[in-house]
T-cell receptor, first 108, second 115 residues
Framework: DAKTTQPTSMDCAEGRAANLPCNHS???????VYWYRQIHSQGPQYIIH???NNETNEMASLIITEDRKSSTLILPHATLRDTAVYYC?????????FGTGTSLTVIP | KAGVTQTPRYLIKTRGQQVTLSCSPI?????VSWYQQTPGQGLQFLFE???????NKGNFPGRFSGRQFSNSRSEMNVSTLELGDSALYLC??????????????FGEGSWLTVV
């Protein structure tokens, strides 16, 4: 079962930062936080993952709270192509449980 | 590096038939997992194979089965198809080594419609 809670939907103005929150209050010490996104029924696309420290790559930044019970995915300059469903996943091993995700709409 | 390749992309089957879907993982990846996505249930884990052995299995009936070959390519089979099996079937691959921090990469999926 999914171990994360995300808002059902969010809007973001084009060019602004999109901040997508995720609660994972039951996360265990060795479980990673992963973010994927899915654009209209294509295969989910990997964005970023982390364990304890904040992470940044060319797509996004991941901020994990010190107690690891929540995290935020940041898309620094949202574009229309970032409109998608974003999934936050807590995972250990190779079995991923997807929740319902957040449907992000980037508005021109 | 080529991504995860799934075939066929689209197919239509009749109730009671069986179907086989194929997945070629990223070169060097030894773990292949399968997921089913439906509007009602979302993305659900079916099973995972590593080095030709099923390592994990989700909560699906025995009509859903899979296998992995020595070259890491995988197939999944659904027998006695039901209307509710209509879904997007996704394959994902990873190195599969170690217990944590493995990233899985998805293919574009196979759209199955059962009529």
């Amino acid at each position: 079962d999914a171990k994360t809670t995300q808002p059902t939907s969010m809007d973001c103005a084009e060019g602004r930062a999109a901040n997508l929150p995720c609660n994972h209050s039951t996360i265990s010490g060795n479980e990673y936080v992963y973010w994927y996104r899915q654009i209209h029924s294509q295969g989910p696309q990997y964005i970023i993952h982390g364990l304890k420290n904040n992470e940044t790559n060319e797509m996004a930044s991941l901020i994990i709270t010190e107690d690891r019970k929540s995290s935020t995915l940041i898309l620094p300059h949202a574009t229309l192509r970032d409109t998608a469903v974003y999934y936050c996943i807590v995972n250990w091993g190779n079995q991923f449980y997807f929740g319902t995700g957040t449907s992000l709409t980037v508005i021109p | 590096k080529a991504g995860v390749t799934q075939t066929p992309r689209y197919l239509i089957k009749t109730r009671g038939q069986q179907v086989t879907l194929s997945c070629s993982p990223i070169s060097g990846h030894r773990s292949v997992s399968w997921y089913q996505q439906t509007p009602g249930q979302g993305l659900q884990f079916l099973f995972e194979y590593f080095s030709e052995t099923q390592r994990n299995k989700g909560n699906f009936p025995g009509r859903f089965s899979g296998r992995q070959f020595s070259n890491s390519r995988s197939e999944m089979n659904v027998s006695t198809l039901e209307l509710g099996d209509s879904a997007l079937y996704l394959c994902a691959s990873s190195t599969g080594t170690g217990a944590s921090g493995n990233t899985i990469y998805f293919g574009e999926g196979s759209w199955l419609t059962v009529v």
